[in-house]
């Protein structure tokens, strides 16, 4: 945020949490109008899954980048509502330790195999809006289009997991790596994380598909400082920013014209289901009340060991 100041002399307040949580701030200062009440309210919100951003797009209000050019299509709202930052393809992660590679999970469909059965981390993804990105992209790799099919692969998933879930996202790749679990599942930036600290994790794109969803950026429907919120999502979305976000922090930027970090294949060497960001959006809440229920039957019916 310094570079941002003394670039344009504009002070930034930063607030961090979780996608689900700020969500509701924002909504509730919405609710509310102009007697939001002391403290500064929401210009930008900056990061979150797209399926979020999509699913309460009523909160945003259009606005076309300054860097639009260089953000592919189905990384952004055709209204603009959201613009993609960087983007995240989902991966199964191992330890080298505990499988060997003719025991390595290759396709998401491995990962309902009995020998994975209880060994996999996965978080909830009521809380985690990668793991619901992950959900659906189990689903459409497996060949579910339909409800039906869809609570059919979530129904054997959820058993696979043994009705297990682990609190939040950043848990799961280290309790692969420590020996917790067999394979977790999240995105590949996190795995990179790891792997730059000498870890035993390794990380697979599974080939019958996987989806690479971008989280973004949105300006306020209510902003109190529109134009000045305006020039922040131009600077977050430029390429200094991208470097940046690629060289320090390994994430791969939503830019055409930057490099993926150093260590991650492109995406053209990537097989991408084709992932339906709208439909996300608009089947989550009852794709999670439904999930929610599959974990609690099968934690009800998980084997004592």
């Not at 993926?260 to 959006?281: F, H, K, T």
Request: with cysteine; hydrophobic share 45%.
């Amino acid at each position: 945020m310094g570079e941002y100041r003394d670039r344009t002399g504009l002070r930034v307040a930063y607030v961090h949490g979780g996608t689900t949580e700020l969500l509701a701030r924002l909504r509730a200062e919405a609710g509310r109008g102009e007697s939001a009440g002391p403290g500064p309210r929401c210009d930008v919100f900056w990061g979150g899954g797209a399926e979020s951003l999509a699913a309460n797009a009523d909160l945003f209000q259009p606005r076309l980048s300054s860097q639009d050019s260089f953000i592919r299509p189905e990384w952004k709202a055709e209204d603009r509502t959201w613009t993609g930052f960087t983007v995240l393809p989902m991966v199964i992660a191992y330890n080298v330790r505990l499988l060997p590679p003719q025991a390595v999970p290759r396709r998401w469909a491995d990962l309902l195999e009995p020998r994975f059965r209880g060994a996999i981390a996965f978080a909830d993804p009521s809380v985690s809006a990668s793991s619901y990105t992950i959900l659906r992209t189990l689903e459409e790799a497996l060949g579910a289009k339909d409800p039906a099919s869809r609570a059919g692969v979530e129904r054997r998933f959820s058993a696979a997991l043994e009705g297990r879930l682990v609190g939040v996202s950043a848990a799961v790749f280290p309790s692969v790596a420590s020996g917790e679990n067999l394979v977790g599942l999240y995105h590949d930036e996190a795995a990179l994380e790891l792997l730059s600290t000498g870890s035993d994790l390794r990380v697979v794109y599974p080939e019958d598909g996987t989806s690479a969803v971008p989280d973004g950026v949105a300006l306020a429907k209510a902003a109190a400082h529109p134009q000045a919120a305006g020039a922040f999502i131009d600077f977050v979305l430029g390429p200094e920013v991208a470097r940046v976000m690629t060289f320090r922090f390994h994430r791969r930027s939503a830019r055409s014209d930057i490099s993926p970090p150093a260590g991650q294949p492109p995406l053209s060497a990537i097989r991408l289901v084709a992932y339906d960001v709208q439909a996300a959006a608009r089947d989550k809440a009852l794709t999670l009340e439904r999930f929610a229920a599959l974990v609690e039957e099968a934690s009800g019916i998980r084997p004592s060991r």
